[in-house]
């Protein structure tokens, strides 16, 4: 009996201890370090083919939440949008530091961050193809084939606005040239991506691709961490927040990009901004 209480004793100091080391937020705080996983996708994570140097909106916007909180931010390695939730169930890194679209069915297994941005998502076509112009409802039919990532919000497009059409899954740890590259050659009739996207493909391939119709969608791009990560996502949501109100965020995004409504808007914020 006095050993089983001894032994109980023991284990009942050690419980919390484990359940620290298995807390990203507790180790990031014990290191200093912030270990970051990354998915390409222009302009949010690049990374030049010659020095392998990253940038972009996601890279730029982690360098400023670690220099806003004293945490060093370590890129560690390459990731998929579709395999993040399986990532950090395996420690691979602490959170996915690129802009993963908001979706309610992935809470299921990981937290989402505030978002930082927001974009329009549309149907997307060869340029020549006026099949679904008027009708994007044309687009859902058995016989049409739509290039989607598995697991992330081009697959939910499909399967919500699409369900009777072909989803054909592409490379997701390839950049967002994948799926258009699969509608250039053919291989599918469409895929779904914001304007961005397409416009940065037409402007080195010749003008191959268009949107149609109306937004299928909005990527509200967030960060993403493991569940029960509630203050490592305080501390980032915190961070997002002020970065937000005192307009630090629209001067990343106008680094990459063009302030136009249909290439990128931010969310509103809480806090007071700065200046008022």
């Given at each position: 009996m006095k050993f089983f209480l001894i032994a109980l004793s023991v284990l009942s100091i050690s419980l919390p201890a484990l359940a620290e080391d298995h807390s990203a937020f507790d180790r990031i705080i014990k290191t200093g370090t912030l270990r970051c996983g990354y998915a390409v996708w222009y302009p949010n994570m690049i990374v030049d083919p010659n020095t392998k140097q990253l940038s972009g909106v996601?890279?730029?916007?982690?360098?400023?939440?670690?220099?806003?909180?004293g945490i060093k931010i370590e890129w560690a390695q390459e990731a998929g949008f579709g395999s993040a939730e399986q990532d950090l169930r395996a420690g691979k890194y602490d959170m996915l530091c690129a802009d993963v679209c908001f979706e309610v069915r992935r809470?299921?297994?990981?937290w989402f961050s505030r978002p930082f941005y927001s974009n329009p998502n549309y149907l997307a076509v060869r340029v020549d193809d006026t099949r679904f112009?008027?009708?994007?409802?044309?687009?859902?039919?058995p016989e049409i084939k739509i290039a989607t990532y598995a697991n992330t919000i081009f697959d939910s497009y499909k399967n919500d606005s699409f369900p009777n059409a072909q989803?054909?899954?592409v490379s997701e740890l390839g950049a967002d040239v994948d799926t258009m590259?699969?509608?250039?050659?053919?291989?599918?009739?469409?895929?779904?991506?914001?304007?961005?996207?397409?416009?940065?493909y037409n402007e080195f391939n010749g003008g191959k691709i268009k949107s149609t119709g109306e937004p299928v969608g909005y990527c509200n791009g967030s960060f993403m961490m493991g569940q029960d990560e509630a203050k490592l996502k305080y501390l980032i949501d915190s961070a997002i927040e002020e970065i937000t109100a005192n307009g630090t965020m629209a001067e990343i995004m106008t680094k990459y990009l063009p302030e136009k409504p249909d290439y990128w808007t931010l969310p509103p914020t809480t806090l007071k901004k700065w200046g008022e």
């Open positions: 996601s890279h730029d916007l982690m360098e400023e939440i670690g220099r806003r909180t809470t299921k297994n990981a112009d008027k009708d994007l409802s044309l687009a859902n039919k989803g054909v899954d590259m699969a509608l250039v050659t053919k291989k599918v009739d469409a895929t779904f991506n914001n304007k961005i996207s397409i416009d940065r």
